[in-house]
């Protein structure tokens, strides 16, 4: 199973402690190795990034100037009370935090956002990774052997960096496939 870079951070600081907490429910994970799953890691990191949407907000706050975010807000805020009052009826006041956050976080969820962002991330950190291990194989051996095979191992990393063009350029041409389909 893949992960994304938020996903795995996930399972390695709190991977055992799911797992625990999942078995003592008699609930078995698909992977044990990693239980917590990509959709949970990006609807986590969705409530994170809107609690501190939240805060910001509340701490921005003003009567005498307010800005166009409190204005989006407090028209969002309205449209679901006066939705929640139609339909609940009179005592709704109390529901409408809960269905304001409740539905900022579906539309965050259904935006595909965070998803599209990670893959960037993804993309930008595994070609980092894979360009810089070639080039320490390379130092190390110029260390060992001066010449000869550093020169075989240096056409071989040209090799490997038009291999990782390629790959990269075709990654990015299915993201941009699936974000741009007419199936959608």
Do not use: W
């Not at 890691?41 to 990034?49: F, I, K, S, T, Y």
């Not at 800005?67 to 989006?72: A, D, M, P």
């Not at 969820?109 to 993804?122: D, K, T, Y």
Request: aromatic fraction near 10%.
């Amino acid at each position: 199973m893949e992960q994304l870079a938020f996903t795995a951070l996930l399972n390695r600081l709190f991977g055992a402690p799911v797992l625990a907490l999942l078995q003592e429910l008699h609930i078995h994970p698909k992977h044990a190795a990693t239980p917590i799953s990509n959709s949970f890691a990006m609807e986590l990191l969705v409530v994170l990034l809107l609690t501190i949407f939240f805060i910001a907000v509340r701490t921005r706050l003003s009567v005498e100037r307010p800005g166009g975010l409190q204005h989006t807000m407090e028209g969002i805020h309205g449209f679901v009370a006066n939705m929640a009052d139609e339909v609940i009826g009179h005592h709704s006041s109390k529901y409408v935090p809960y269905l304001v956050t409740l539905g900022m976080f579906i539309l965050c969820c259904n935006l595909e956002v965070f998803s599209h962002l990670a893959r960037i991330m993804s993309l930008t950190i595994r070609l980092f990774a894979n360009m810089f291990a070639g080039e320490m194989v390379t130092l190390v051996f110029f260390s060992l052997i001066p010449l000869g095979i550093p020169v075989l191992f240096e056409g071989l990393h040209v090799f490997v960096s038009l291999i990782q063009t390629y790959i990269f350029v075709l990654l990015a041409c299915v993201y941009l496939r699936e974000g741009t389909g007419q199936e959608h």
